[in-house]
């Protein structure tokens, strides 16, 4: 017998790390598979049918949303023509430092399967202009597709505060653990201390990241470190032995050891690459 697999998709060309389109209008029933290393957020205006996600079968019931991780297995069974439109992205599209605030937003996502909106609610403006200016790929583009998915972001984040029982999805530990991770870092550096938090071992935190990333536990703790590093070396006037303080190293020596064998520069010097 033939062993067979789950087919893992990758719908983003070769060196891109973002692309918009519309929901191809079709009716196709789609084989189970995953996404590779990509966030898939899916927008339906119109269409009938199921959408299976993991062990989760969603009637679908336009309009809605749908956002799926890397690594999650879905597949769909429409009964009528489909519209909306689906963004896919990789976190590498962002600007850890200068876009934290959308990234924060995205990490807050990670708490919805489905959301239902109501028909008046549906952001199909925002949906349009992102998708135009996608098509124009202007010098500015990127700038102001980055301002819209904000604003969107925002508001289905909006919308499902004010519908907190529509997604009964329990959190993974990894979602946990990325959540865990932007309340508790800097105060944490270690990954026993994540572990307990989350009711589990070291070990298997680093084979569950592995899985959902091909880090291990430690090495996201670090770049979450490093970022917060960047941000109050950037963006704020503190001294170096005040930054070490605020990210809870022990002191201004280690953190500079720290920032320089990630970074290949002091502190000081990262700055001053910037404020020359």
Known sequence: MENSYIDIKNKLDEGLSFKVSRFKELIKKTKPHKHDEYYELIFLSEGEGFHSVESQKFMIS??????????QLHFWQFTSIPK????????????????????????????????KFEPDKFPVSLLEYIFSEYQ???????????????????????????????NNTP????????????KESPQLHKVNQFADLLNTTPQNLNIICRRHTGKSA??????????????????????????????SFTDASNFVKFFKRHEKSTPSQFRNKYFQ
């Open 62 to 71: 336009t309009p809605e949303l749908y956002f799926l991780k890397p690594g």
């Open 84 to 115: 909306g439109f689906v963004i896919i992205f990789k976190e590498t599209e962002f600007n850890p430092v200068s876009e934290n605030l959308l990234i924060a937003l995205l990490r807050k996502m990670s708490d919805i399967t489905r959301l």
């Open 136 to 166: 124009l790929n202007t010098q500015y583009s990127k700038d102001i597709i980055h301002g819209l998915l904000k604003a969107l972001l925002g508001k289905a984040l909006q919308i499902n505060a004010q519908n907190p029982t529509i």
């Open 171 to 182: 959190q993974s530990v990894y979602d946990r653990f990325m959540v865990l991770l932007i």
């Open 218 to 247: 430690s090495e996201i703790i670090t770049n979450q470190l490093l970022l917060e590093a960047k941000r109050y070396i950037l963006h704020t006037d503190n001294s170096i032995n005040e930054i070490a303080e605020i990210l």
